[in-house]
């Protein structure tokens, strides 16, 4: 018999070329703070969105950094603060998004993020303010889950908030928005969603329905993700990766993410590699340790993507990587020998770890980083 699970996702989905211009049918009260980054600010998404807002008060804040800080969040939330925001929108990739979700909730609770994240005592009460996600990367599934992740630049670690008004109302999900993203940022965002789809497939906390999703996205992910990397304007591909990264989405947001995503915290944080080359750097090796421990799960879903087995999987990935120009060794983004204990440590100090269905220890996290050194 299966086993019993609880599933929700409370977020409305509205999908389709185009949406992002109807997203004005969806907005509640007059004031709105758009939050984007500096690119999707001066390339003219964050202001042709706002423009379909008819009839609303639409304030601008468009400084959000990759793996964004608590400062960006403080800052976000004091302008939406004295607009008296009714509606908090993120437009752009997980870092833009992750910062609406924080902003959306300081608007009704009083003080800094600090005072709710990384050790903080307050809770949330409930929000009033609206939040809407609209992705333009095809990666973090950001718009579905209850998670966003800052960057705590006082410690300097980086580490996920999960909160239950994190979840957006609407997410606004149009594969036109990421016809723009360079090949690099396809790929690396591209394989941060598989990484999400497989973690949630074979986590500790796994649930069949969403054990469903994550192989669909898998599947989509391994036959388009090259085709929008050679061919950013192919309409097809692109849907197929944001669908892809929405399933991956609403998969991981029930399970949580596993051992590739607590290592990519330093590896960024302390290299600099963007997050889906963070995440993605480990996933073969991963492949190979889940496919040793869950042989007859991992088999189920090699057969269902066309291969043998899962360490045919681990090398089809691998050379997927390669193909796209994206590092498959840690020494390719600066790491050395020197610094895998200390990786290891980092790694082991977030809770998800313990999600992998592997030993984790000092032990086996320094082999495992090793054997891709
Ligand atoms: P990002 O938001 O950090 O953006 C990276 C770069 O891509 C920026 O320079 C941005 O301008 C550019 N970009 C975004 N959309 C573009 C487009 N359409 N065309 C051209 N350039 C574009 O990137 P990301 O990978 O989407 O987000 C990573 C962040 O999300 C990390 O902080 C990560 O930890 C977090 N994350 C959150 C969740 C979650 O559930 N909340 C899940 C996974 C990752």
Redesign the pocket.
């Known amino acids: 018999m299966e086993k019993e699970f609880t599933y929700c996702m409370p977020t409305q989905i509205c999908f389709g070329a185009g949406a992002a211009k109807k997203i004005g049918d969806h907005i509640k009260g007059e004031n709105v703070l758009i939050i984007?980054?500096?690119?999707?600010y001066s390339?003219g998404?964050a202001k042709e969105i706002g423009d379909c807002m008819t009839g609303k008060k639409v304030t601008y804040f468009s400084e959000?950094?990759?793996?964004?800080s608590c400062e960006s969040v403080n800052k976000a939330a004091a302008i939406a603060r004295e607009i008296h925001a009714d509606c908090v929108v993120g437009i752009?990739?997980?870092?833009?998004?992750?910062v609406a979700?924080a902003v959306s909730c300081l608007v009704d609770n009083e003080g800094s993020l600090y005072n709710y994240y990384s050790g903080g005592t307050h809770t949330f009460k409930p929000r009033k303010t609206m939040l809407i996600c609209v992705?333009?990367?095809a990666?973090?599934?950001?718009e579905?889950?209850?998670?966003?992740?800052?960057?705590n630049k006082k410690i300097g670690i980086?580490m996920?908030m999960v909160n239950q008004y994190?979840w957006a109302d609407y997410s606004v999900i149009d594969p036109e928005?990421?016809?723009?993203?360079?090949p690099q940022?396809t790929a690396?965002?591209g394989m941060?969603a598989f990484c999400?789809a497989i973690e949630a497939y074979w986590n500790k906390e796994s649930v069949p329905i969403c054990d469903m999703l994550s192989i669909g996205a898998l599947k989509l992910i391994m036959e388009n993700i090259k085709k929008a990397y050679d061919c950013p304007n192919d309409k097809k591909a692109r849907g197929n990766m944001i669908l892809a990264s929405l399933t991956a989405?609403i998969s991981?947001?029930q399970t949580r993410?596993t051992g590739i995503?607590a290592l990519?915290?330093p590896l960024?944080t302390e290299f600099g590699a963007?997050?889906?080359t963070a995440c993605s750097i480990t996933l073969p090796a991963f492949i190979r340790l889940v496919s040793h421990n869950l042989p007859g799960k991992m088999n189920d879903l090699a057969h269902y993507l066309g291969y043998e087995d899962g360490l045919a999987l681990a090398d089809a990935v691998e050379a997927l990587m390669i193909s796209m120009h994206m590092p498959v060794r840690l020494h390719e983004i600066g790491v050395k020998d020197s610094d895998l204990e200390h990786i290891t440590q980092v790694g082991l100090g977030a809770a998800i770890i313990h999600l992998t269905p592997a030993e984790m220890n000092e032990e086996t996290v320094y082999a495992l980083l090793k054997s891709i050194l």
């Open positions: 984007s980054d500096p690119f999707l390339n998404t959000i950094e990759p793996n964004p752009g990739g997980g870092s833009s998004m992750d979700k992705p333009t990367t990666g973090t599934g950001s579905v889950t209850n998670v966003a992740v800052f960057t980086k996920p994190f928005l990421t016809y723009t993203l360079p940022m690396s965002t941060d999400h989405g991981f947001s993410t995503h990519s915290f960024t963007n997050h889906g």
